[in-house]
């Protein structure tokens, strides 16, 4: 039985933040939950993959966030308490129908997890997805523990039924990969299904409709309103005239520096965690007591800037800051330390960092960029195409493990936006320029939004080459299934999509299926594939080393050696590779048996055959 699914009310388990999430939608009644996988949250779909196996609750990995949503939107508005989890560049992608579904609302509760990621720990930007609550007019709760990420998923749902509408819960990468001691509650029966009620005069957005909608909205924002002034996740801490404001794990932060500077007696604490609508009552007899206020929060200056606007409407005149003091910027994430500085500095409190530990007799640490793994089918890949089309083509990107193809010695990624930017990108350089391009994108963001960007080239007559890098799964956020994946190993029965068949329908006339770790072969299709006067699709199919091993499908290989009788030291394994399971011994190649795992790329592109597989 998964762990998850522990009938033991009251007792305490220890849950990655994550894990707490999913905890709290079980204890909610969630029947349905969908997904596409993104980190920082990725760990929340996974406890459901496994978790829909033993019970009735329905589980997707959707094709994308928009995807996702929208079919988690018809099962609530069905009846059904409803998960749809992303992380925070995934909610772009559901704006959409995020906006227009803020007028329709739900029937059964809706929790949309928002996963924010300052720092940009794995992602393309840290936007503070805060301002999607403002701009859609949901209510958005931020906790700030394990414990809270579990109760406040239970709580939103309860709020989301009265409320009928969707409910955002917003975390951070720090919060969603904590662990930490968390009290069971009861698993609340699970309604697997349920029945829709037709009313095209509210379901259907045309403009009359949604006139009404609109206002129907407002009138529920002001119903959140008072639910957010009455919240016990927003309160006030302490009866000192030094106010602080924080959310999030900013607020854990806030606690320990008051502690930590024993200035408890002198601080009022205003912790946000119905975050949207902000309590504007809360919050101006907050300033009525307080001297002066510090907002501490991670990003945007937005409880900041909500807090000069409520003490203007009041007629309150204290010194309100946020960003610019101490160290607190809107650049990546707080720690412990900025945070107990900036407080020290704000308020005048003679205070003395700890002196950090003296490390100058000790050497600098070697670098560790992220690498492509050993034996990784997409170096195979980046050398074929680089030996076809040269250092000078073009190569538009995608978000995935490839996107690693950016360092040396690979260096073949030159832009990068959002998921499936590549084929559409390489559409407007093919036009933009005389070059030659040749763009790389992963099966799962392929699915997820290459296919609009395939069919606009075919159709305007562009002229590029686009590799689509097959490793049969969803490797950078964990090996989850996507259309294309053969699920049988990993237990479940779905339809497989064939990319071969896809791309075709998309019109493409010029397609190659290629096995990367055969290099003349791979080699000889790309540059027919460069020569096509149109657009020409390259398949390289080669499972994710990692997933193979994981599911039972890896191939029985031996790992290599070098010869150093043969060996020339020319080099060329390492320049053109850098394979992370070779280094240098000395002046000479060497390869670690144990990364190895005998992919023979290596021992294809030496010109003096001097790599040869192990005989033991």
């Not at 996702?68 to 508005?77: D, F, H, K, R, W």
């Not at 931020?142 to 579990?150: F, H, I, V």
């Not at 003091?325 to 650049?331: E, N």
């Amino acid at each position: 039985m998964h762990k998850l699914l522990s009938q033991d009310s009251g007792k305490e388990m220890v849950l990655l933040g994550n894990e707490a999430i999913a905890r709290g939608a079980l204890e909610a009644g969630v029947s349905f939950a969908t997904c596409y996988p993104g980190t920082p949250s990725s760990e929340i779909p996974e406890q459901f993959f496994a978790i829909s196996r033993e019970t009735d609750l329905y589980f997707e990995y959707s094709t994308n966030e928009k995807v996702a949503l929208e079919v988690g939107a018809a099962a609530a508005i069905s009846g059904l308490r409803t998960m749809v989890t992303m992380k925070h560049v995934g909610l772009n992608v559901a704006a959409d129908p995020l906006m227009t579904l803020a007028y329709v609302g739900v029937k059964g509760g809706m929790v949309i997890i928002n996963a924010d990621d300052p720092s940009l720990f794995s992602s393309q930007n840290e936007q503070d997805n805060r301002y999607y609550a403002r701009l859609s007019t949901l209510p958005m709760l931020e906790p700030t523990s394990t414990q809270e990420m579990k109760d406040m998923t239970v709580a939103a749902i309860a709020i989301s039924e009265e409320l009928e509408l969707p409910v955002i819960i917003r975390t951070t990468t720090r919060l969603n990969h904590i662990r930490g001691h968390v009290t069971l509650g009861e698993l609340r029966p699970v309604k697997a299904k349920d029945t829709f009620q037709k009313n095209p005069f509210h379901f259907v957005c045309v403009p009359a409709v949604s006139r009404n909608l609109h206002k129907l909205l407002l009138e529920k924002y002001d119903r959140a309103l008072e639910e957010s002034e009455n919240s016990q996740y927003n309160q006030i801490i302490g009866d000192g005239k030094w106010g602080i404001v924080a959310n999030g794990v900013s607020f854990n932060y806030v606690s320990d520096a008051v502690s930590d500077l024993g200035i408890s007696d002198k601080v009022s604490t205003l912790r946000v965690g119905f975050s949207w609508p902000i309590p504007k009552g809360l919050c101006a007899r907050f300033l009525r007591h307080v001297d002066k206020v510090l907002v501490v929060e991670e990003l945007e200056p937005v409880n900041e800037n909500d807090l000069k606007a409520i003490a203007q409407e009041n007629g309150i005149t204290i010194p309100i800051k946020g960003k610019g003091v101490g160290g607190l910027s809107r650049l990546f994430e707080y720690d412990p330390g900025m945070v107990r500085k900036a407080i020290a500095e704000y308020f005048g409190i003679d205070y003395q960092a700890p002196e950090g530990l003296d490390l100058s007799d000790l050497p600098e640490l070697p670098g560790r960029p992220p690498n492509l793994c050993a034996g990784c089918p997409h170096r195979a890949t980046f050398y074929a195409v680089k030996e076809a089309y040269g250092a000078d083509a073009i190569n538009p990107t995608d978000i995935g493990c490839y996107t690693l193809g950016l360092l040396p010695p690979i260096s073949m990624a030159d832009m990068v936006i959002c998921m499936g930017s590549s084929v559409s990108s390489s559409c407007g350089f093919s036009r933009a320029t005389d070059q030659a391009v040749v763009s790389f994108i992963g099966d799962s963001t392929f699915f997820h939004s290459g296919i609009t960007g395939l069919i606009n080239a075919v159709h305007n007559n562009h002229k590029f080459t686009l590799v689509i890098l097959d490793n049969g799964t969803t490797a950078m956020t964990g090996h989850q299934p996507h259309p294309g994946v053969d699920t049988g190993p990993m237990g479940v029965e779905l339809t497989q999509i064939s990319l071969e068949e896809l791309v075709r329908g998309c019109g493409v006339k010029d397609v190659h299926v290629v096995s990367p770790f055969k290099l003349k072969k791979t080699i000889e299709s790309v540059r027919a594939a460069k020569e096509f006067d149109g657009v020409s699709v390259i398949i390289s199919k080669e499972f994710c080393p990692l997933f193979a091993r994981a599911t039972g499908q890896q191939k029985k290989v031996r790992p290599f050696h070098i010869d150093q009788n043969r060996c020339k030291n020319h080099r060329v394994c390492i320049n053109k590779l850098a394979c992370p399971a070779m280094y240098l011994e000395g002046e000479r190649v060497e390869i670690n048996r144990d990364l190895c795992i005998g992919c023979t790329v290596c021992a294809q592109v030496c010109p003096e055959n001097a790599i040869l597989p192990l005989k033991e």
